[in-house]
T-cell receptor, first 113, second 116 residues
């Protein structure tokens, strides 16, 4: 079945630096890749997503890139701020009518002031 | 209304109790989900309802019983739970984009369940 690997599991950066989180998926039929941010005690929030017909998408300080050939996608956060500190989950979804996401294992990002 | 809501926020129950979790959305989403999340882990899918019919059951023990009374409501009935069932239970709903055949999922705030 589908598997999504996420690295690193923890990431510490200085405020203002960039952070990159990478995910690799196994099923080439996957066509939708969302990223969620989960602050402590809060719900996972959809922060950005990318569909398989697009190579890159940007929203202010956040960007996601997709390499379909290599089957990996990455989250890029620039000019990090303390409020970016959270756990980030990637996910992959297949258009098979099953409505199912496969989540990565999560990355705990700490932005040091 | 652009939100998924869940009640209660916190629940403590004994192993012989029966309780229910409630989830509501008024965004017209036709797929709704129950997830279980343990600390420092990703959400783990339990059930999916599509157009008010159960479409996925991820081999969840029968002590968890889902119900979808209508397109806006989703319940999770709990009975004879074990301490290891203590977790954050998240509800989600999703909107389907026919042009791309993809789904965006939105989560509720969760119910923090403790089984004693």
């Amino acid at each position: 079945g589908e598997n999504v690997e996420q690295h690193p599991s923890t990431l510490s950066v200085q405020e203002g630096d960039s952070a990159v989180i990478k995910c690799t998926y196994s099923d080439s039929a996957s066509n939708y890749f969302p990223w969620y941010k989960q602050e402590l005690g809060k719900r996972p929030q959809l922060i950005i997503d990318i569909r398989s017909n697009v190579g890159e998408k940007k929203d202010q300080r956040i960007a996601v890139t997709l390499n379909k050939t290599a089957k990996h996608f990455s989250l890029h956060i620039t000019e990090t701020q303390p409020e970016d500190s959270a756990v980030y989950f990637c996910a992959a979804s297949i258009n098979s009518g099953t409505y199912k996401y496969i989540f990565g294992t999560g990355t705990r990002l700490k932005v040091l002031a | 209304d652009t939100e998924v809501t869940q009640t209660p926020k916190h629940l403590v129950m004994g192993m012989t109790n029966k309780k229910s979790l409630k989830c509501e959305q008024h965004m017209g989403h036709r797929a709704m989900y129950w997830y279980k999340q343990k600390a420092k882990k990703p959400p783990e899918l339990m059930f999916v309802y599509s157009y008010e019919k159960l479409s996925i059951n991820e081999s969840v023990p029968s002590r968890f019983s889902p119900e979808c009374p209508n397109s806006s409501l989703l319940n999770l009935h709990l009975h004879a739970l074990q301490p290891e069932d203590s977790a954050l239970y998240l509800c989600a709903s999703s909107v389907y984009y026919s042009g791309t055949g993809t789904y965006e999922q939105y989560f509720g705030p969760g119910t923090r369940l403790t089984v004693t």
